[in-house]
């Protein structure tokens, strides 16, 4: 009789007989990929940091685009105050190849930026 017994607990415990052993086995294998993917992501490349090295390169833009703005307006004060156009010159010169760039960058990364956080924001609604 006790080889019986044991013959039935050796059934119950192979997986494929039994669907809560086999669960139980997809469930250990899925928190294992899941804790390599997350060393994988710990060790390699983050979107996480992405995200925080373009916003911080556009707040560095930004404030680029508003110190080129303060030289513009320096420049116009100087032509018509001091009738000297040597600053606005200086300006002019670096608009189309500094300047149109910048500016360029700023607007795209923000449309971009404004773009991916209401994706976020949907997809995490929806979910």
Known sequence: MDDDDESKGRQQSDPEENPYEKMQMDLEKER???????MELDLGFS????????DSFLIATFFFV????????????AKYLL????????W?????PVFQPALGILMLGS???????WLNNKTGDAS
């Open 32 to 38: 294992a990929f899941e804790d390599r993917s997350e």
């Open 83 to 90: 009738k000297t156009e040597a600053v606005y010159e200086a």
């Open 92 to 96: 002019y010169a670096l608009w189309t």
């Open 66 to 77: 508003c110190l080129s703005l303060a030289w513009l307006a320096t420049g116009v004060g």
């Open 47 to 54: 979107f996480g940091s992405l995200k925080e090295s373009v």
């Open 111 to 117: 449309i971009v930026s404004g773009v991916s956080g």
